[in-house]
């Protein structure tokens, strides 16, 4: 092994070769046993619907279901139990799905939450479209999104976390029948899907001694690359796990990078430094069921920039800040608050100058033009609800190439979500994410792309989540 001491810092949207860490534990992966109810002698066994696609489609984890006439389970009898299989030629319930659409296309799927069903539950699959190319199923129930479970959140959550992925999104479910199966026997989901950690998100701040780790590597492989972190050096302080694999060094894969290119580019490091990593026993969980690992899936509790929720009521003089239009760190156009008015609602709700603006009323605005932005917190004449990060964290967000929204989690429902009235039938989609937007008047500053706020009109420009026949809540993707 060739060894270096380096300063830089990674994050990852790719798997890392398998070749080049699985030697003899790809030989050792034969037996795993996950959850299990009680193991008959001669289990009925599910057919296999993972895809072969590659790490696009569904890969699943081996299960075998017994009657529970087997079992002798009152009330149940004739109806299958959920049970994980040590065979690894077992059929599959629990699969891990990765979407990744283009520009113009859709994932192909509603989510509902419907009356006496439990769960977020999968439906009007479109034949031939992306979501159905990957595996997913009508009744699928899902239970992670991009890693986090999210079985038992609110609906308006589990929405938010798929929108805010972008234009791709790992998913982790499970079919319709086994999962009310196993609510109908209250056990617990989580124990279905066997124990790993998400890769990590790390901002490190360089000192005198650098970044604080070294790299190992072995010779004439590849992107391959383990950390060595000693304590109370920078990358500890930063959450970097020592002995874990790198994947991503701001924002770039490391997966066909030579140790010396590595080296290369630590060496022009900006600073901080955003580093993607994961810890040896995960990466082999991912890697040994072809799931491909992607930045969003990372976990940001260690990166010390966070999203701000700011909820403000106009005032007379308005909410006082200038809302404009600027050039970001990764060169694209973002909408930036300035001239924060001491004593006006923007301040007292915590606003700051430089602030980036990430969404409106629970909507994103990230792929916004500066007038659309506008009509959207010109919607309500009388408060706004605002979701912004801070300068800095703004800067580091470009640096690694993600969306700060991909981290930001709300317990409350959007400001404005409301709901309308849809057709009964599943096969008759109402659009719910086209809304027009309510015009109204604006007072514009000299300069093209600043607007002063000072609300003239109201009308609502949400986006809106169908209601089916009053017991369901749909979202299209």
């Not at 999962?179 to 950690?197: S, T, V």
Request: with cysteine; glycine share 10%.
């Amino acid at each position: 092994m060739g060894r270096m001491s380096l300063a830089g810092a990674y994050k990852s949207k790719h798997l890392l070769t398998p070749s080049s860490r699985g030697g003899e534990r790809e030989k050792q992966q034969q037996k795993q046993v996950t959850f299990q109810i009680n193991k008959p002698k001669n289990p009925i066994k599910i057919k296999n619907r993972a895809m072969s696609e590659g790490c696009g489609g569904c890969r699943a984890v081996p299960v075998s279901v017994p009657t529970s006439a087997a079992l002798g389970t009152p009330g149940l009898q004739g109806r299958p139990l959920i049970l994980f299989s040590t065979e690894p030629e077992g059929g599959a319930l629990v699969r891990f799905c990765f979407l990744k659409k283009e520009d113009g296309e859709s994932f192909g799927f509603w989510l509902r939450q419907e009356a006496g069903s439990n769960g977020h539950i999968v439906r009007q699959v479109t034949p031939g479209g992306l979501a159905h190319r990957r595996g997913l199923q009508d009744g699928d129930r899902i239970l992670e999104v991009n890693g986090a479970y999210v079985e038992g959140l609110e609906h308006f959550r589990v929405v938010w976390k798929i929108k805010s992925s972008g234009k791709q999104v790992s998913l982790t479910v499970l079919d319709g029948t086994s999962y009310e199966l196993a609510k109908a026997l209250d056990r617990d989901l989580g124990q279905l899907l066997p124990h790993h950690n998400r890769p990590r998100l790390c901002c490190i701040n360089k000192d005198h001694s650098g970044f604080g780790f070294s790299v190992s590597a072995p010779e004439g492989v590849k992107g391959t690359f383990r950390l060595s972190v000693p304590e109370d050096g920078p990358a500890h302080k930063a959450g970097v796990p020592d002995g874990s694999w790198l994947l991503e060094l701001n924002g770039a894969c490391v997966e066909n990078w030579t140790l010396a290119h590595l080296h290369k580019k630590i060496k022009h490091s900006n600073n901080p430094m955003g580093l993607l990593v994961i810890d040896a026993k995960s990466e082999e969980f991912y890697r040994q069921r072809g799931v491909k690992v992607t930045a969003a899936m990372a976990d940001a509790s260690w990166v010390p920039f966070e999203v701000r929720k700011l909820q403000m009521v106009r005032g007379q003089n308005g909410y006082g800040f200038l809302l404009k239009e600027e050039k970001r760190c990764s060169g694209e156009r973002g909408q930036f608050l300035r001239e924060v008015e001491s004593g006006l609602p923007a301040e007292k709700a915590g606003m700051r100058d430089g602030d980036r603006l990430l969404a409106v009323n629970g909507e994103g605005t990230e792929d916004l033009d500066h007038q659309e932005v506008v009509l959207r917190i010109r919607a309500d004449s009388s408060r706004v609800t605002l979701l912004v990060i801070d300068a800095e964290g703004s800067k580091f967000y470009d640096l690694v190439g993600l969306s700060p929204l991909l981290f930001y989690d709300d317990h409350e429902p959007p400001l404005g979500l409301h709901f309308v009235h849809a057709s009964p039938s599943p096969s008759m989609p109402q659009e719910n994410s086209n809304a027009a937007f309510t015009p109204c008047l604006c007072h514009l500053e000299t300069k093209p792309h600043e607007n002063r706020l000072h609300p003239e009109q109201s009308g609502s420009s949400l986006p809106a989540f169908a209601k089916e026949g009053q017991d369901a809540l749909s979202h299209a993707f």
